[in-house]
């Protein structure tokens, strides 16, 4: 069993930046992939980034490619996503994910899941 919680959400006005950070614990943790997803109201979850544990591969949406940087700390278990230049666009519910499988890109990769962190950009 893998426990994950997000942090560093809030607001922030558009053009501006929050980093967001997942923890991880668990009695082994080895995960294949790491990913960020977000929700917005009435939409469904969509991939933002991943980043392949073990060989620090990392993938982003278009919507987001040049403006949030993902990376992580495999000593301490944690994955993070800076996120630049912030759009209105960008508000949502932001988890993190950790997967077994491709496509990375996928809801149905992941098996663990955070709470969410909530992330609005005002304009």
């Known amino acids: 069993q893998v426990q994950l919680v997000e942090s560093g959400g809030g607001l922030v006005q558009a053009g501006g930046s929050l980093r967001l950070s997942c923890a991880a614990s668990?009695?082994?943790?080895?995960?294949?992939?790491m990913g960020w997803f977000r929700q917005a109201p009435g939409k469904e979850r969509e991939f933002v980034s991943a980043i392949i544990w073990s060989g620090g591969s990392t993938y982003y949406a278009g919507s987001v490619k040049g403006r949030f940087t993902i990376s992580r700390d495999n000593a301490k278990n944690t994955v993070a996503l800076q996120m630049d230049s912030l759009k209105p666009e960008d508000t949502a519910v932001y988890y993190c994910a950790v997967g077994e499988t491709f496509p990375v890109v996928n809801v149905r990769s992941y098996r663990y899941w955070g709470q969410g962190t909530q992330v609005t950009v005002s304009s």
């Open positions: 668990g009695r082994t943790f080895s995960p294949f992939v």
